[in-house]
């Protein structure tokens, strides 16, 4: 079942689930921003535990297996696999994030 959500909500999910979440966005004008997603692993006091709790396009995979990036889905578009039966136990949350590179804000991108 698709789901989409606004920048910063939640979403509960029943355990054991696997997910793809993908993350799209329009830039202003073709060949603008360029964007990277990331992700992290965060446990309590929403800490992450280590760099390998940092999913990102030069660490593509959590340490667990658990969390991977899709970056091959389109240059404005990428995508996350989560098995969270295979997620740690003391995981509490997935923080996923969108960051531009250079200047702009995403007040710039269409959506």
């Not at 993350?23 to 202003?28: H, S, Y």
């Not at 709790?53 to 995979?61: E, H, L």
């Not at 970056?71 to 960051?99: S, Y």
Request: proline fraction near 7%.
């Amino acid at each position: 079942m698709a789901k989409s959500l606004q920048p910063g909500a939640n979403l509960p999910l029943p355990s054991g689930a696997e997910l793809r979440i993908g993350i799209a966005w329009e830039p202003e004008r073709p060949g603008g921003h360029e964007a990277d997603a990331s992700a992290f692993l965060l446990r309590k006091g929403d800490r992450v535990g280590g760099d390998a709790d940092f999913v990102f396009y030069n660490n593509p995979c959590s340490a667990c297996g658990s969390l991977t990036l899709n970056q091959g889905v389109g240059p404005e578009r990428q995508a996350f696999h989560i098995r969270l039966g295979d997620l740690p136990a003391d995981v509490a949350k997935i923080a996923i994030c969108l960051t531009l590179h250079g200047r702009g804000s995403f007040a710039q991108a269409r959506r």
